[in-house]
């Protein structure tokens, strides 16, 4: 089993930056990438960014060039630099692992940007 817990969230304004951080416990040599979800009211989850072991890097075209992920292996920590943030961005938002294992949710952290 793998458990993630999420910190870092919470209210700014447009323009404004936050940083995402989730710690990973448990069976994490089983983990090949961890990433990030977010969730609006009344919208489906999205993925948001992901990051594998290998350092590669995936992110949503609406926060390209504004989000950044990143990992430090020595924590088993994952985290989301968010730059420019949007009204639009805000919702809850998940920490994702994936490996042998299957995959593990984190509890969710709310970010609220205010325009």
């Known amino acids: 089993q793998v458990q993630l817990v999420e910190s870092g969230g919470g209210l700014v304004q447009a323009g404004g930056s936050l940083r995402l951080s989730c710690a990973a416990s448990g069976s994490i040599f089983r983990i090949n990438a961890m990433g990030w979800y977010r969730q609006a009211p009344g919208k489906q989850r999205e993925l948001v960014a992901s990051i594998r072991n290998t350092g590669s890097t995936i992110y949503a075209d609406s926060v390209k060039g504004r989000f950044t992920i990143s990992r430090d292996n020595a924590k088993n920590t994952v985290y989301l630099q968010m730059d420019s943030l949007k009204p639009e961005d805000t919702a809850a938002y998940y920490c994702?692992?994936?490996?042998?294992?299957?995959?593990?949710w984190g509890q969710g952290t709310q970010v609220t940007v205010s325009s």
């Open positions: 994702r692992s994936w490996g042998v294992a299957g995959g593990y």
